[in-house]
């Protein structure tokens, strides 16, 4: 099992959602897990019953709960 098996599940991503890629930062004072989700080219989400597609969008970055002793 790899780490975007462990994180997808960790995250409960469905479809469209996948994870993109994960860095993960050790050093002496702070360990840090990145984790850039992505979603699939063409993919249309439900807003107010309809199905809509992405015009466009920008990255975001938000903390989410510790994983073990990793920001």
């Known amino acids: 099992m790899d780490e975007f ?3 997808t599940a ?3 991503l ?3 959602w996948y ?3 994960v860095e993960l930062k050790e050093g002496p004072e702070k360990e840090e897990i990145h984790i850039t ?3 699939d080219k063409g993919s249309k989400f439900d807003y107010e019953g309809d199905s ?3 015009y466009d969008h920008q ?3 938000w903390r989410h709960l510790d994983f ?3 920001e």
Do not use: E
Request: hydrophobic letters at 40%; aromatic letters at 16%; a positive charge.
């Open 59 to 61: 990255g975001r970055v």
């Open 52 to 54: 809509c597609p992405v």
């Open 14 to 16: 469905v479809k469209p």
């Open 5 to 7: 098996t462990i994180f």
């Open 19 to 21: 994870i993109d890629y």
């Open 37 to 39: 989700i992505s979603h």
């Open 10 to 12: 960790a995250l409960n």
């Open 68 to 70: 073990f002793q990793y």
